[in-house]
Nanobody, 124 residues
Framework: QVQLVDSGGGLVQAGGSLRLSCTAS????????MAWFRQAPGKEREFVAG????????YYADSVKGRFTLSRDNAKNTGYLQMNSLKPEDTAVYYC?????????????????WGQGTQVTVSS
């Protein structure tokens, strides 16, 4: 059983920054994809960004491209989502997820392990 713990959310003003973390219970991410999704109140959960853990290749949703950056720390089994230039529309619960494949997909059904979620609130 894989456990993911995501953290780092909080309240920030528009234009500010936050860094989210996703830590796996064991050496989980090797040969996998780690991704972030978010869900705003009353909306569907949507893909934000994903990283092929071994190759380091990344893919971002258009809405966050140029503002959000993924990185990883193999020694800590931890991935990070650096979020800059935050906007009120970025407000959501953010979830990390992983899938047993090296292919990044943008549908939540493609991921079989999820973190508990961390709240990000951006005030205007």
């Amino acid at each position: 059983q894989v456990q993911l713990v995501d953290s780092g959310g909080g309240l920030v003003q528009a234009g500010g920054s936050l860094r989210l973390s996703c830590t796996a219970s064991r050496r989980t991410f090797s040969s996998r994809v780690m991704a972030w999704f978010r869900q705003a109140p009353g909306k569907e959960r949507e893909f934000v960004a994903g990283i092929n853990w071994s190759a380091g290749t990344t893919y971002y949703a258009d809405s966050v491209k140029g503002r959000f950056t993924l990185s990883r720390d193999n020694a800590k089994n931890t991935g990070y989502l650096q979020m800059n230039s935050l906007k009120p529309e970025d407000t959501a619960v953010y979830y990390c997820a992983t899938r047993a494949s090296a292919v990044i997909v943008t549908t939540q059904g493609g991921y079989n392990y999820w973190g508990q979620g961390t709240q990000v609130t951006v005030s205007s």
